[in-house]
């Protein structure tokens, strides 16, 4: 299996209010990041089979924004075992339900989206994980076979945005101006 780990988008200050808070939308430029995402994924011919969400607003958005951008036309799935409460033993029992899909997109939330990644990283009686560090729209390929997690790479929003831009092309014809 490919796993794919999405830490969701900018989606503005945190609120003091956790009610408040769960329903928190993706801000303007964590809108446009989801879309140049979108836009890299496409590039590297990347398609997934299954998307799965934490129920908070901004992964939701996040995981519909891509999905929809790279051609996923299936429900996205929600799951507890992505919320900010999540345990890395719901996060495995997800991952268990999800054994039969080759490329599979989760979104989740900060610190427990990086937790889970850098426990697939490390043995079973490993007592210190190593430290990773998923920024808002930062994304990981994890190839999950027989044996334990290999990371295959990390994109961090700031290369994601070059690679936009440089996989782009202008539509108006380059003029000079003399």
Known sequence: MNLYILRHASAGERRPNPVLDRNRPLDKDGKRYCLHLAQVLNE???QFDLIVS???KRSVQTASLVGTETGYESQIL??????PGATFQDFQRLLSECR???NLLVVGHNPNISQFLSGMLVSPDTTMLPQIR?????IARVSLDRGPAILQ???DPRPVRAL??????SSRRKTSRK
Request: glycine content about 10%; hydrophobic content about 30%; aromatic content about 10%.
């Open 44 to 46: 590297l011919k990347l």
């Open 54 to 56: 934490s129920p908070l």
């Open 78 to 83: 929600i799951s507890n075992g992505l919320s």
């Open 100 to 102: 039969g899909y080759e």
């Open 134 to 138: 998923l920024r808002k729209g930062s």
């Open 153 to 155: 790479w990390l994109l």
């Open 164 to 169: 936009y831009t440089t996989s782009t092309k």
